[in-house]
C-alpha cells in the first residue's frame, strides 16, 4: 500500500517562498508518477505540478515559473518549491501518486491518481 505523508506547509507573505515534501513509501513498482494537487475553500481540487516516470514534468499555468516539483536521487521524496507566492496560492495542498505510464499531458488529471495525502495548509496574505 502506498502511503504519502506531506510536510512544509505554512502561513507566508505575498512574494515569499514556501517548500513542500511528501515522503513516499510502499510503491510496488518502479513506474510511477507523482504530482501536487490544491484544493482552495468552495473550490475543486486542481493540479500543480506533476512528474512522469520518465521524469518529464508538468505545470499548471497559473503556477508556471514559480513553482518547482522535483524528487530526490532514491524518488522517496517528492518536493514542491513554491516561489513569489501570491493570495490566490493559499490552499490545502495534497500529494497524489499513480502507478504506470501516462501521458505528460494527463498528469494534472485528479482522476488518473490512485492514492493521496492527507495535505498541508498553504496560506499566503497579501
Known amino acids: 500500500q502506498v502511503q504519502l505523508v506531506e510536510s512544509g506547509g505554512g502561513s507566508v507573505q505575498s512574494g515569499g517562498s514556501l517548500r513542500l515534501s511528501c515522503a513516499a513509501s510502499?510503491?510496488?513498482?518502479?513506474?510511477?508518477?507523482v504530482g501536487w494537487f490544491r484544493q482552495a475553500p468552495g473550490k475543486e481540487r486542481e493540479g500543480v505540478a506533476a512528474?512522469?516516470?520518465?521524469?518529464?514534468?508538468n505545470y499548471a499555468p497559473s503556477v508556471r515559473g514559480r513553482f518547482t516539483i522535483s524528487q530526490d536521487n532514491g524518488k522517496n521524496t517528492l518536493y514542491l518549491q513554491m516561489d513569489s507566492l501570491k493570495p490566490e496560492d493559499t490552499a490545502m495542498y495534497y500529494c497524489?501518486?499513480?502507478?504506470?505510464?501516462?501521458?505528460?499531458?494527463?498528469?494534472?488529471?485528479?482522476?488518473?491518481?490512485?492514492?493521496w495525502g492527507q495535505g498541508t495548509q498553504v496560506t499566503v496574505s497579501s
Open positions: 512528474i512522469a516516470s520518465d521524469g518529464r514534468k
Open positions: 497524489a501518486a499513480g502507478i504506470g505510464q501516462v501521458w505528460v499531458w494527463k498528469l494534472l488529471l485528479r482522476s488518473i491518481y490512485g492514492y
Open positions: 510502499g510503491y510496488t513498482s518502479n513506474t510511477y508518477y
